[in-house]
Structure formats: structure tokens, C-alpha cells
């Protein structure tokens, strides 16, 4: 069982992730609202994998996947309702894999275990 960091401020995408995993993966899962809060659990969790919001309300999603990985290393998946800037961007230095939304069962299940196979 592996342990996943999901930054989310959005309540119904915070339910639908944790519904998800826990139905369909058998990961534990722990929601961060917000980048500071993100933060603090990374130091306290040490996950195995990261699921980073791009519009967080208090840092960039991007930015805030540096963070983690500084603070423990570990794979970002970056999740987004805008494709194009992700397309756009450089990212691969910095996230591993792109999970766009909404969110699809399915999609996440397969992003979940391929990053961490």
C-alpha cells in the first residue's frame, strides 16, 4: 500500500479522488488544501506520490511540485482542466506524468499505478 499526497482546494474533486482511491486502488490517501499545507505533510508523510492541483490558491501547482520534491522525493502527477498550458510548458523536469480533469475513475486508477510501478 503505498501513500498518496492529493493538493486539492476544490471540495468535490477532493471527494471524487478519495472515493477513487479507496474503492478502486487500496492506497491510503491524505488531502492538502493548500500549499502550505501540502508542505507540512510532505515532512510529516514522506508519500510515495504526489497529485498536485495546477491552480492552487495560494502557490502554482508547478511551483509547489518543486517544493515536495525538495522536500521528499518522490513522483508528481499534476492534475488540470488546462491542458493547453501543460502542453505548453517544459514540465518534464518537474512532473513525472498529466492527469487531465475532470477526473475519470478509470484514468486516475491507471496514472496511479503506472507512476508507481
Known sequence: MANLLYVEDHPPAQIL?????????????TIAGSGDEARATAKRLAPDLYIVDL?????DGVALARDLKAIHAAPVVLVSAYAEAVKESNLKAVIDRYLAKPLDPDNVVEMIQRTLA
Open 17 to 29: 479522488m478519495q472515493a477513487i482511491v479507496a474503492e478502486m486502488t487500496g492506497h491510503q490517501l
Open 55 to 59: 491552480d492552487l490558491p495560494d502557490t
